[in-house]
T-cell receptor, first 112, second 114 residues
Framework: SQQGEEDPQALSIQEGENATMNCSYK?????LQWYRQNSGRGLVHLIL?????REKHSGRLRVTLDTSKKSSSLLITASRAADTASYFC????????????FGKGTLLTVNP | NAGVTQTPKFQVLKTGQSMTLQCAQD?????MSWYRQDPGMGLRLIHY???????DQGEVPNGYNVSRSTTEDFPLRLLSAAPSQTSVYFC?????????????FGEGSRLTVL
């Protein structure tokens, strides 16, 4: 099935550093989304980038999309302890906007 | 607004028992879906609905039934629970069935099948 795969699986950094997570996917997409999940909670939408966009910013977040390489990256600048969470990329599946598939996530730990 | 509300938050079942996980949203969203989250597997789509009376299968529909009699509610039924259905279940909705848009998630229902 169409599925994004995040890399790395886990990332540990110090407060103030930047964190970069990557996502690769298999087939063409209409859009790619990033979500955050705090431990024991539901997922929260962070940002959506469409297939005709190359870069998007939202606060301390920067997302890039390279459709030729079928990959995306999420950069969190000046990280804070509160950014500690799992981050997931999600893509539509098989050309269908109805089926959003998620990768396995990157666990980010930001140490104070 | 409450957003997406899931009940129960925790449930323990014995193999073969049946139960229904409830999901309700108060945002008048057309689209609703159920995912399960397992360690090392990410989230997998079970079933989804694009409006009242319309449902379809996702990646892992076996062992689960859904119905959508109202816009607000999208219950997930386990007819005969199996240990392989031990998981965390998330309900998610978005405004329009078609097109793109962010999903709003509930807080999850943690199910253990013994």
């Amino acid at each position: 099935s169409q599925q994004g795969e995040e890399d790395p699986q886990a990332l540990s950094i110090q407060e103030g550093e930047n964190a970069t997570m990557n996502c690769s996917y298999k087939t063409s997409i209409n859009n790619l989304q990033w979500y955050r999940q705090n431990s024991g909670r539901g997922l929260v939408h962070l940002i959506l980038i469409r297939s005709n966009e190359r870069e998007k910013h939202s606060g301390r977040l920067r997302v890039t999309l390279d459709t030729s390489k079928k990959s995306s990256s999420l950069l969190i600048t000046a990280s804070r302890a509160a950014d500690t969470a799992s981050y997931f990329c999600a893509t539509d599946w098989g050309g269908s906007n109805y089926k959003l598939t998620f990768g396995k996530g990157t666990l980010l730990t930001v140490n104070p | 607004n409450a957003g997406v509300t899931q009940t129960p938050k925790f449930q323990v079942l014995k193999t073969g028992q049946s139960m229904t996980l409830q999901c309700a949203q108060d945002m008048n969203h057309e689209y609703m879906s159920w995912y399960r989250q397992d360690p090392g597997m990410g989230l997998r789509l079970i079933h989804y609905s694009v409006g009242a009376g319309i449902t379809d299968q996702g990646e892992v529909p076996n062992g689960y039934n859904v119905s959508r009699s109202t816009t607000e509610d999208f219950p997930l039924r386990l007819l005969s629970a199996a240990p392989s259905q031990t998981s965390v279940y998330f309900c998610a909705s978005r405004g329009f069935a078609g097109g793109t848009g962010e999903l709003f998630f509930g807080e999850g229902s943690r199910l253990t099948v013994l």
